[in-house]
């Protein structure tokens, strides 16, 4: 698992490869990833919008952004939590995510609440460092 915390939202992410979704022989790899998304702050916050960064073995880059996640802007109280699962396909067997969440806090302040890099792999490959 990956995690990160700003300014009291901590960001936690497990990526998953999913087998079933892939096809190599067709250059696709496919990775679901959850997200939970803790408010630790004493304001209540309503994530407005992401943003990914994906990047893929061949260092090809996808940006993706949008209004909230998986069709909803949560809004959390101190001590909440909010949890989704969603999916990413590469062209490559492997790939790198980042990102961040636009927050709004109850005074109307934004903030960015960052995503942790994060690495899709796929299971049971032998890695060498260059």
Same mark, same amino acid.
């Given at each position: 698992?990956?995690?990160?915390?700003?300014?009291?939202? *901590? @960001?936690?992410?497990?990526? %998953?490869? #999913? %087998?079933? *979704?892939?096809?190599? %022989?067709?250059?696709?790899?496919?990775?679901?990833?959850? +997200?939970?998304?803790?408010?630790?702050?004493?304001?209540? +916050?309503?994530?407005?919008?992401?943003?990914?960064? +994906?990047?893929?073995?061949? $260092?090809?880059?996808?940006?993706?952004?949008? =209004?909230? +996640?998986?069709?909803?802007?949560?809004? #959390?109280?101190? $001590?909440?939590?909010?949890?989704?699962?969603?999916?990413? =396909?590469?062209?490559? =067997?492997?790939?790198?995510? @980042?990102?961040?969440?636009?927050?709004?806090? *109850?005074?109307? *302040?934004?903030?960015?609440? #960052?995503?942790? =890099?994060?690495?899709? %792999?796929?299971?049971?490959?032998?890695?060498? #460092?260059?």
């Amino acid at each position: 698992m990956y995690r990160q915390t700003t300014e009291g939202i *901590e @960001v936690t992410v497990r990526p %998953d490869f #999913l %087998d079933q *979704e892939s096809d190599p %022989d067709e250059g696709r790899w496919f990775w679901a990833y959850t +997200v939970v998304i803790a408010n630790h702050s004493d304001e209540t +916050v309503q994530l407005e919008s992401r943003y990914w960064r +994906v990047t893929n073995a061949l $260092g090809e880059v996808q940006e993706v952004s949008g =209004p909230g +996640v998986i069709g909803e802007q949560p809004v #959390l109280s101190p $001590g909440d939590s909010f949890q989704y699962t969603s999916g990413c =396909p590469l062209n490559t =067997p492997s790939g790198t995510m @980042v990102g961040h969440y636009i927050m709004r806090r *109850e005074s109307g *302040e934004r903030m960015r609440a #960052l995503i942790p =890099p994060f690495s899709l %792999d796929m299971p049971n490959i032998a890695r060498t #460092l260059n």
